[in-house]
């Protein structure tokens, strides 16, 4: 379990992926033990962590990354913070932004930014504060801070019981309960099967309330969306595995151009990606360029699916290169199966995720094109 979610978390590094990792501190668990603690004294610029059990006492000047079984953030953020975890417990200050995921998890340190949260349990209470908005989906959701901004929250039971300056939109399964402490400034906007619990003393002016009854086929749609992507998941394993296996000193090579240099390849794939197929076009509507449209058509749509395998081992290597583990000599099964999930997990990231996994096939696309091209004129 902790070393899916060390995986998962790694994912969230997002475009850091390929070619930024250098711009940040990277503290690994090493082979003798598997947590992490940052001491008091310690100040970290920007700090990205894994390992079973992390805990960051020492304050971040920037941006925090962090992902493991437990996670503890006592220490301040200056910037935003990003994590992950099967328990996740933030009670130092955030200064931005926060973003996190897992599956019980207590806030009780101020967030100057926005709060967005995704977990089993979600707890966010205490000394805790939002200086923006609150979005925050759960099976059991608690919002007991004052929250400047609005609140849009999924949940089975939630309960809000504090001060909020501005809308709220809930959906929930079971349950919407404002304690007697909250004072909701704006209107809310509720979805669920059946209406808010308005305690003895909140103050809650407006409610716009729809009734609606969860979907009863949600269980098998899950299943079949779960079972596709295990299927998917382990395709890319299989053909990755096969490449790599059977021409490694090629893939080492582009690999390597990917990773050395990747805003040149990505600047380089986005323009064979536009070229190539207006090139095959012109070719296609000509008398004697058929034949080689044909050719070109049928190459452009093998690189791009072996784009997308380099694209994978390409990230599972910069991952191996994360955990502080040499690159030379290794099993070459490491990289492809850290790079098919971590590709997959991306996936699954709205908006964001596919903007990632774009920027990687690109420079992927651009390093392979490039070799290709090299190859011929030799």
């Keep these: 379990m902790k070393k899916n979610l060390q995986v998962l978390g790694l994912a969230l590094l997002a475009f850091g992926l390929v070619g930024t990792a250098r711009a940040a501190d990277v503290v690994a668990p090493n082979q003798k033990n598997p947590n992490v603690i940052i001491g ?14 992390v805990t960051i006492n020492g304050n971040t000047a920037g941006d925090l990354t962090v992902a493991g079984g437990m996670v503890t953030v006592d220490g301040n953020v200056q910037q935003e913070l990003l994590a992950a975890g099967g328990t996740l417990e933030v009670s130092g200050s955030i200064g931005g932004t926060a973003r996190i995921l897992g599956g019980n998890i207590t806030i009780t340190g101020p967030v100057g930014g926005d709060l967005v949260v995704a977990g089993g349990n979600v707890n966010i209470t205490g000394k805790s504060s939002v200086a923006g908005d609150v979005m925050v989906a759960g099976g059991n959701v608690v919002i007991d801070v004052p929250v400047t901004g609005s609140v849009r929250t999924t949940g089975g039971n939630v309960l809000i019981n504090n001060k909020v300056g501005g809308d709220v939109y809930a959906q929930t399964s079971q349950s919407l309960e404002f304690g007697s402490s909250a ?3 704006g209107t809310v906007y509720h979805k669920g099967p059946a ?21 009863s086929n949600k269980g098998a ?25 059977f021409k490694k000193s090629w893939v080492q090579s582009i690999v390597d151009s990917v990773r050395s240099h990747p805003w040149s390849n990505l600047g380089w794939g986005l323009l064979y990606i536009i070229v190539i197929p207006i090139v095959t076009l012109l070719l296609l509507f000509t008398f004697i360029g058929y034949y080689l449209a044909f050719l070109t058509g049928i190459s452009f749509v093998l690189l791009i699916g072996l784009a997308k395998i380099f694209g994978v081992i390409a990230v599972g290597y910069v991952i191996v290169k994360l955990l502080s583990k040499p690159t030379d000599g290794i099993p070459m099964w490491q990289p492809v199966v850290i790079g098919s999930v971590i590709w997959a997990l991306i996936g699954l ?8 996994i774009a920027v990687v096939f690109l420079q992927s696309f651009g390093a392979l094109v490039r070799a290709t091209v090299g190859a011929m004129k030799e």
């Design 40 to 53: 008091a004294s310690e100040t970290h610029k920007n700090l990205y962590t894994v390992g079973g059990d």
């Design 183 to 185: 004072n909701i400034a």
């Design 195 to 215: 209406k808010a619990v308005i305690d003895s003393g909140a103050q809650v002016p407006h409610i716009s309330y729809t009734e609606w009854q969860p979907r």
């Design 221 to 245: 749609l899950a299943a079949i969306a779960s079972t596709a992507f295990v299927i998917r998941l382990l395709a890319w394993m299989i053909a990755a595995w096969l490449l790599a296996h």
């Design 349 to 356: 990231i709205p908006i964001v995720g596919w903007i990632i």
